[in-house]
C-alpha cells in the first residue's frame, strides 16, 4: 500500500488515511481510497499483466470524450470522469502500474440481479443518447474509431492450430473439445472484418462494454462505468448485449423513441458477437500462458475459460 500512498500523495497531493480493496474486473485492481472527509475510486492496471496495454493505450483518446459527453449529452452524472492529477493530466503511472483516480460512487453494482423495469428504461435511455453522437463531436474521435481489425486474432489462430500441443495441459485440455467450433468463428470473423471494411456504416460513440457488472444503482440514478473500450462504431457494438435479454422489446421500445427507423444489421451483430466471445477466450488464454497467477487465481481463470467455451453453441 506504501506505493499507492506515495502516488496519491505525488500526483494529487492526497494523504490516504485509509486504502481498502474492492473487487476488481478483468483489467485492473481496484481500492477505496479514504482522504479527508472525501472518498475516491482508484483503479490500477498492473503492468506485468498481458492485457494492461490493451486497456490502457488509449485512456487519453477515449477519457476527453467522457469529459464531454458529461459537460454536454444527457449523460451527465451518468457516467464517471477521472480526477485530474496535479499537472492535469488524466493518469499516472510508475514502474508497477497506470493509475485512474475517481470520486467514489456511492450505490450498489447491478451486478447478478435481474434489472428492474425501471432499469431497462433508463439504461436503453442511457444508450439511445450515447448514439446521438459521432465524429461531429468537438473532440478527436479518429483513434477510438472502429476499422474492424481483430488484432489478436492471429495469435489466437497461431495457439490453436500451430501450437496446441504446447500449451500448458490443463488449458489444452479445455480447448481441445472445442477447437473446430473455435477455428470456424475466427474464420467467420475475418471474412466478416474485410467485409465491413468496405461498407458505409453510420457511426456513433459506444460503450462497447454494457453489462450489469458495468452498471451501478447511485440512489435513483442509474450510472455506467468502465468506459475503456469506448468506440466510435456501428450501434450494435453495444446493442449485442441485449438482443438476447428478455426485456429487449421494452429496451428497443425505448431505443426507437430516439433512432425511430433504426434496424439491426445482422452481418455487423454476428461481428460483433463473434468477436467479442473470441476476444473473451483469448483474455483468459493470455492470462493463463503469460501472467504470473497463484493457483487459486489460475483456478478461477480456468472455470471462467470453461465457462465461455460451453457457452460457444449461444
Known amino acids: 500500500m506504501n506505493k499507492i500512498e506515495a502516488i496519491l500523495k505525488e ?8 486504502i481498502l480493496p474492492q473487487r476488481g474486473g478483468w483489467s485492473a485492481l481496484a481500492f477505496k481510497i479514504y482522504s479527508g472527509k472525501h472518498a475516491y475510486f482508484l483503479k490500477l492496471y498492473e503492468k506485468s499483466r498481458a492485457s494492461t496495454p490493451k486497456w490502457t493505450a488509449l485512456i487519453d483518446q477515449y477519457v476527453p470524450i467522457t469529459f464531454w459527453l458529461m459537460q454536454h449529452s444527457g449523460l451527465k452524472g451518468k457516467l464517471p470522469v477521472p480526477v485530474l492529477t496535479n499537472t492535469g493530466a488524466y493518469k499516472c503511472e510508475d514502474d508497477e502500474g497506470i493509475y485512474l483516480l475517481y470520486e467514489y460512487i456511492e450505490g450498489e453494482t447491478v451486478g447478478g440481479k435481474a434489472l428492474t423495469a425501471e432499469q431497462v428504461h433508463e439504461l436503453s435511455g442511457m444508450i439511445a443518447e450515447l448514439h446521438l453522437y459521432g465524429e461531429e463531436i468537438p473532440v478527436e474521435t479518429k483513434e477510438i474509431k472502429e476499422d474492424f481489425t481483430v488484432p489478436f486474432l492471429p495469435q489466437l489462430r497461431t495457439a490453436l492450430n500451430r501450437e496446441i500441443n504446447d500449451l500448458p495441459p490443463d488449458v489444452k485440455e479445455l480447448m481441445s473439445p472445442h477447437l473446430e467450433q473455435i477455428i470456424g468463428r475466427i474464420d467467420t470473423v475475418g471474412k466478416l472484418s474485410a467485409d465491413l471494411k468496405n461498407r458505409d456504416l453510420r457511426m456513433a460513440l459506444c460503450h462497447t462494454d454494457v453489462h450489469p457488472w458495468n452498471l451501478m444503482q447511485s440512489g435513483r440514478k442509474l450510472m455506467l462505468i468502465d468506459w475503456e473500450g469506448l468506440k466510435l462504431a456501428p450501434v450494435e457494438a453495444d446493442l449485442m448485449s441485449f438482443v438476447d435479454e428478455p426485456y429487449y422489446d421494452d429496451f428497443a421500445d425505448v431505443y ?12 455487423v451483430l454476428q461481428f460483433y458477437r463473434y468477436r467479442r466471445k473470441l476476444e473473451d477466450i483469448w483474455e483468459f488464454m493470455e492470462q493463463l500462458l503469460f501472467d504470473r497467477q497463484e493457483a487459486q487465481e489460475r483456478a478461477a481463470t480456468l472455470n471462467h475459460l470453461s465457462k465461455e467455451l460451453n457457452e460457444l453453441s449461444g
Open 256 to 267: 426507437r423513441k430516439v433512432h425511430r427507423d433504426f434496424a439491426i444489421n445482422p452481418d
Open 11 to 18: 500526483h494529487y497531493h492526497l494523504d490516504a488515511a485509509n
